[in-house]
């Protein structure tokens, strides 16, 4: 029997999994799984830090539909919560809690789902392929830390359960992050010609940026790429010249840019006043609607919540484990579709609908029956 969506989610709530401890998460649903069939195992790429994969059928003729979302959270914040972030706490339709919205809300359907088709179908033609990830709010380590599991399997395509509230999404942005640090040559304040200046340096070459164009044009779903310098910081005391400073760097990319050469050319910009180097590198990943089995989810997803899809379609701005996961496997026809709103993702009082979460646990458990069964 599939466990209560909204119970799941509670219980995956309730374990702190802020830069940790998702293999104490996956502890939760590991049971569920395998008491519905499946084959479950866990790859940690640091201790306590887990990515689990359960398959169900993998060895029938046709490739398995992958689902995958991630049980690692972001920080609280300092902003006090009017919700206790780890209870969650049902407050009329809405859900409160770390994590609800982004995204174990879109595991717990995830996993509801799929042990509903695992326990209601007969002799299926596809199974299916569960990858719970742990550490993808800080690149998808955890993702690429089972790609040794996962490499070279059979796949049939990958749903991503983050938060679209309930919209199918064709895909998202790349991400490129970049520190760039300048060094120097301390001195005493007070004679500041002795040394060399590393924040002036550093502000110098952050400066260029702001005026740094991109030639792609913009994708129709996804925009034009961006830029943001979001930290800087130097020196270690007001009275000292510093002699090192180091900014980060967010770029957001589109399909088709090469992450290489935009780290090229703002380099040559900098010059030898800065150095790059990439924090995360993951690209852009998209899917022409006009696939068949994309298609197919939209339609579903259309049916079970009464919204229409538009006629545009949509991607997200934020990054997935799509971005590790489809090329490892195989380049698969790849949708984001889960219960979260976009907006609620890493807010103070993060919320997610409860009749959207049910209704993600009915798309998917469609989307997967009509993969599986002859």
């Known amino acids: ?67 995958s979302g991630h049980v690692d959270t972001v920080p609280l914040g300092s902003a006090e919560w009017s919700h206790d972030p780890f209870r969650a706490e049902p407050d009329g339709d809405r859900l409160y809690g770390r994590g609800t919205t982004d995204m174990k809300g879109g595991v717990a359907a995830i996993v509801c789902a799929a042990i509903g088709v695992a326990t209601s179908t007969r002799a299926p033609r596809a199974g299916l392929r569960l990858v719970l990830t742990a550490a993808e709010e800080t690149g998808s380590h955890g993702a690429r830390g089972a790609l040794d599991v996962l490499r070279g399997k059979p796949s049939g395509p990958l749903l991503i359960a983050e938060p679209t509230a309930g919209a199918v999404f064709h895909g998202h942005k790349g991400a490129l992050w970049l520190s760039a640090r300048a060094e120097g040559v301390t001195a005493h304040g007070s004679m500041p010609h002795l040394g060399d200046n590393a924040v002036y340096k550093l502000a110098r070459a952050v400066g260029t940026f702001e005026r740094f164009a991109f030639t792609e044009q913009a994708h129709p779903a996804m925009g034009a790429p961006t830029l943001n310098v979001g930290t800087f910081h130097g020196g270690l005391n007001t009275n000292s010249v510093p002699d090192s400073a ?105 919320w997610v609908s409860i009749a959207k979460l049910r209704e993600s646990e009915e798309t998917i458990r469609r989307v997967a029956a009509r993969w599986c069964e002859a």
Do not use: K
Not at 31 to 56: C, K, N, S
């Open 246 to 350: 180091v900014a980060t760097v967010d770029i957001r990319t589109v399909p088709g840019q090469d992450h290489a050469a935009i780290t090229d050319r703002l380099q040559a910009r900098v010059g030898d006043d800065a150095a790059l180097e990439a924090l995360i590198d993951l690209p852009a990943v998209w899917t022409d609607p006009a696939d068949g089995w994309a298609a197919s989810v939209a339609a579903i997803a259309a049916d079970v919540t009464g919204r229409p899809q538009g006629s545009e379609p949509r991607a997200a701005t934020y990054f997935t484990d799509a971005s590790v996961l489809a090329p490892a496997l195989g380049g698969v026809p790849t949708v984001v579709c889960g219960p979260g709103e976009p907006e609620l993702a890493h807010v103070t009082d993060e």
């Open 1 to 67: 029997m599939s466990p209560d969506v909204l119970s799941l989610t509670r219980e995956l709530v309730a374990v702190d999994t802020i830069d940790h401890d998702e293999s104490r998460t996956l502890a939760v649903v590991a049971p569920h799984l395998e008491e519905a069939g499946f084959d479950v195992r866990t790859v940690e790429h640091e201790p306590g830090r887990g990515t689990l994969i359960a398959e169900w059928h993998t060895d029938a003729q046709t490739p398995p539909l992958c689902l």
